[in-house]
């Protein structure tokens, strides 16, 4: 069993940047694919990024590429997410997942591929 806890979220305005952690207990999870995914009101949740085990590949929907980097820190059992000059269209709740055992016939980018999800944390970006 994983747990996952986002946190950092919160209201900002256009142009802000914002740093979401999330912090993982009851497994050590250095060894796998960690993701980050957003939910707008009424929409369905969306692939942001993912980062592989080591940290050296990472991969970002158009929409924030450039302006997001995720990070891992494998000793701490964390992820983070750097969100610069944040847009209103960044509004959403901001979700951390895990794929301990990834979902073959899915790729990193779809939410079937992870197995483990956090709460969720809120960010408000205010124009």
């Known amino acids: 069993q994983v747990q996952l806890v986002e946190s950092g979220g919160g209201l900002v305005q256009a142009g802000d940047s914002l740093r979401l952690s999330c912090a993982a207990s009851?497994?050590?999870?250095?060894?796998?694919?960690l993701g980050w995914f957003r939910q707008a009101p009424g929409k369905e949740r969306e692939f942001v990024g993912a980062i592989s085990w080591s940290g050296d590949r990472t991969t970002w929907i158009s929409s924030v590429n450039g302006r997001f980097t995720i990070s891992r820190d494998n000793a701490k059992n964390a992820v983070y997410l750097q969100m610069d000059n944040l847009k209103p269209e960044d509004t959403a709740v901001y979700y951390c997942a895990v794929a301990t055992v990834p979902n073959q016939g899915f790729g990193v980018a779809d939410r079937e591929f992870y197995d483990y999800w956090g709460q969720g944390t809120q960010v408000t970006v205010s124009s």
């Open positions: 009851g497994r050590t999870f250095s060894r796998y694919f």
